[in-house]
């Protein structure tokens, strides 16, 4: 386009945007695609900076690719130019959303991200409890030749806790795959997917005292905070496991350690933790009937690229005026 003031031809000037990535895994996909949009990205893993940087950290940023780290409402008054925090994941129980919105930032999740990847690690888990495929591996290593005796995964009862993004893809998987019988409880019951794979919804004591294994598959908030206590761990049945893929806090991790040592009921497989990364000789994941694993159920290449693009894309969208996909807290009155 000509220069009015006849001088050479100006070039329009496009939008530049201070962009932090608290994630240690970031894809180069969508590294680039921020960088083509006019973001410049700037690596800072927030969560192990204190409160007082972290404040620091987030002045003059627009937009932040969150990870675990804490949001207080300390952070978000510090944050003077931030507009969203995106988080590459679904738990959003770390950021305080009356301090964001009350800020006018959009929080937002990736709740199709890792559904596969965690419940094809949550199969794996049940698997590997009801076949005790860890402990013949281990007690081979050591020189025993013990085979155990186990049950088939298609032969038992599988209460989901949480029918969502990650629950959905492990009713089709236990029950599609192996032919499981399958209890859900959840707050808003799918009643299309109870038809479609035959899933009956029940109440959550009669899922604890019916099913083999019970999975927890729910966000972390309010409702579900200390959902699993010693008084709904000894509802279950005493040969039955408990396997955890959500959030640590929603399980009495005390009542959950007593009840495993009394042996009333036969076993969990927890993938997550508080504090993460578990302390040594944290009591939970050293009893012998624990499988535990370092938070590893999202962690798949696929799984990773997907939560990632889609936290960029909703930065992108943002930043440029729109409205999230996925936000957690309404600005407003919009969601």
């Keep these: ?5 006849g001088g050479p031809e100006l070039e329009t000037e496009k939008p530049f945007f ?25 690596d800072i893993y927030l969560k192990v900076l204190p409160e007082e940087k972290r404040c620091t950290a987030v002045r003059g940023i627009d937009a932040v690719i969150a990870g675990g780290e804490e949001w207080s409402e300390k952070v978000f008054e510090a944050a003077d130019k931030l507009k969203i925090v995106a988080r590459s994941g679904t738990g959003y129980d770390k950021v305080d959303l009356t301090g964001a919105t009350r800020r006018g930032v959009w929080v937002t999740n990736t709740p199709g ?17 009801l076949r005790n495929i860890p402990m013949m591996a281990q007690g081979l290593k050591e020189g025993r030749w013990e085979p155990l005796s186990g049950r088939e995964l298609g032969t038992i009862t599988v209460g989901v806790i949480g029918v969502g993004n990650v629950g959905r893809e ?25 038809r479609q794979e035959q899933v009956k919804y029940v109440p959550l004591d009669e899922l604890l005292a019916e099913s083999n294994v019970v999975v927890l598959a ?42 495993l040592r009394a042996q009333e009921i036969a076993g ?3 993938d997550v933790h508080d504090p993460a990364p578990s302390l040594p000789g944290d009591p939970l994941i050293q009893l012998p009937n624990v499988l535990g694993t370092p938070w590893a159920a999202f962690y798949t290449q696929e799984a990773v690229r997907r939560m990632n693009m889609e936290a960029a894309r909703q930065v992108l969208s943002v930043l440029k005026g729109g409205k999230p996909t996925f936000p957690v807290n309404s600005l407003n009155g919009s969601q």
Excluded: W
């Design 218 to 259: 729910v966000p972390l908030n309010e409702e579900t905070k200390d959902l699993i206590d010693r008084r709904k761990l000894r509802m279950m049945r005493k040969d039955a496991y408990l396997i955890n893929v959500a959030r640590p806090g929603i399980v009495v991790k005390t009542d959950l350690v007593e009840c």
């Design 1 to 5: 386009m000509p220069n009015p003031s």
């Design 268 to 270: 969990a497989a927890v």
């Design 170 to 194: 492990i009713v089709r998987r236990v029950r599609g795959g192996f032919g499981s019988k399958v209890l859900g409880y959840d707050a808003y019951p799918d009643q299309n997917l109870a």
């Design 18 to 42: 201070n962009v932090i990535n608290a994630l240690e895994h970031f894809e180069r996909e969508a590294r680039d695609y921020l960088a083509q949009n006019g973001c410049k990205l700037l």
């Design 113 to 129: 991200g890792p559904g596969p990847a965690v419940a094809d690690f949550a199969v794996g888990l049940i698997l590997c409890l």
